[in-house]
């Protein structure tokens, strides 16, 4: 049974890089969607964990070059926001 949950989980050959790249900026979004209002009842770095979720997925499905690109992005967007929410905020 663990044997059966591997295999589905670990491909021999990740989808396609395009695939990958529409997903990870589809990931972002989604995340930036769910911590811009949260930042309003949540600390900053309670909704800044969201974004290590995306990082992951992109990660085990298609390995280390995307997950960083993901990553670089999904610390990007997190900036971009926690600065002009806080510019908000005062």
């Not at 790249?21 to 964990?49: D, K, M, Q």
């Not at 997950?67 to 967007?77: D, H, Q």
Request: net charge positive; aromatic share 8%.
């Amino acid at each position: 049974m663990q044997a059966d949950l591997v295999a589905r989980l670990v491909r021999a050959k990740p989808p396609s890089l395009v695939l990958g790249i529409t997903t990870g900026a589809l990931i972002v979004t989604v995340e930036t969607l769910l911590v811009y209002p949260l930042g309003f009842v949540a600390s900053r770095e309670a909704a800044a964990v969201i974004f290590i979720l995306g990082v992951l997925v992109v990660a085990s499905i298609w390995g280390l070059r995307l997950a960083v690109a993901t990553a670089v992005t999904s610390v990007a967007a997190y900036n971009f926001f926690r600065c002009t929410h806080s510019a908000t905020r005062h």
